[in-house]
């Protein structure tokens, strides 16, 4: 049995297709991924097939990327991926897309005659009246709350139509397929997984989709904590963690957070990210880090303050540590919001927050009803979803 999973965006989007990956390599599947080149050495470390579609996402190398950038890099993605996915998928005997920019994946899998499968890490992404469709780009800005969610919704179509539609049918007819008359319905299908966590994100039964809530894919990390910072962990009491992963914040966003933190009398972890945050001085109560393993190091902090992406925001919710979301773009709204009403944390209305707000929104993080209630709804987050995404994809495609 051989499947090929489509994947792009940033570590936060890649990194749950691995987890399915290796669930189904271990399940006997011969798997391999279309995903962009600068993940290579993830993919080498885990032992999963890359196949390279595209350049480097714009920023993955550090550099600042500006909103030309981004915008090209979106425009080229669907040349780039039918490009890469017929070819790819060859032999194979299903297709799973991983997001809703994968465009080229179902028409791979109709022209082979394969099983396709999508799948959103996110609610925000399925059309439903129960919810606004999310932003889809950075700095877009909210439709005004009087706009019913089902007009919007309409909207969004028209938008991925008016984005992607003429480079769909163009390629679609190249390969002797009929157009499409909407862009998302296509890629999402009727029938689309939800790959987030049931009490994080749940599911409102919507009309119109059979959606399947597998629970998040999660890849399990057994390294250990750097030796420098196991040191700092066990030199004092649990440090406040901060970072912002992909996201490129600005730079002083480190000397808010550790004024904030410092106001509370915790200590610092400060997560350098793409941003490349750096300490503001060389006090013993901060240390900055790089890439580590989040499983491992969460429990042994304070309260982790992050953008909100859905990947950190269920790894902090399993390691039952208080969060404070500070959204960025994307479904990282939606995420800061569903933290707020668990209890498991708080949210900063401000995406570039002072240290008064920020050190007000640390306030409630840290109380002791706020970790009580952190640890409680750890025991009810799953981790089985991409074994349960890996056997019914399996019974799918016999």
Known sequence: MQVLLSASGTRGDIEPALGLALRLQEFGAHVRVCAPPNFAR???????????MGPPMPGSDGAQASMADLLNYVDQWPAV??????????????VVATGITEIAARSAAEKLGIHYQYASYQPTSLPSPHHPPMPRMPGERPA?????????????????????????????????????GNVRDHVVTDRPWLAADPVLGPWPESPGLDV???????????????????AFLEAG???????????????????????????????VLLSRGWAELALIDDVADCMAVGEVNHQALFPRVAAVVHHGGAGTTTTAARAGVPQV????????????????????GTACADADPDPMSLSAALDTALTSTTRARASVVAGMIRADGATVAAKLLIDAIR
Request: with cysteine; net charge negative.
């Open 81 to 94: 991926q039918f490009d890469t996915i017929p070819t790819a998928a060859a032999r194979c005997d299903a």
């Open 144 to 180: 005004p709350e009087a706009i019913g969610n089902r007009l919007l919704w309409e909207i969004d179509a028209e938008g991925w139509n008016a984005q992607f539609g003429a480079a769909l049918d163009t390629h679609r007819a190249a390969l002797g397929l009929p157009p499409v």
């Open 325 to 344: 979301v500070v959204p960025q773009m994307a479904d990282q709204a939606y995420w800061a919001r569903r933290v707020a009403d668990l209890g498991i």
């Open 42 to 52: 993830r993919f080498a470390e885990l032992g999963v097939p890359l196949v390279p």
């Open 212 to 230: 399947v809530q597998t629970g998040a894919w999660i890849v399990p990390d057994e390294r250990p904590l750097p030796a420098e910072l196991a």
């Open 237 to 267: 009491t649990p440090p406040v963690y901060i970072g912002f992963g992909s996201m490129r914040v600005r730079n002083d966003i480190a000397q808010v957070a550790i004024e904030a933190i410092r106001a509370q009398n915790r200590r």
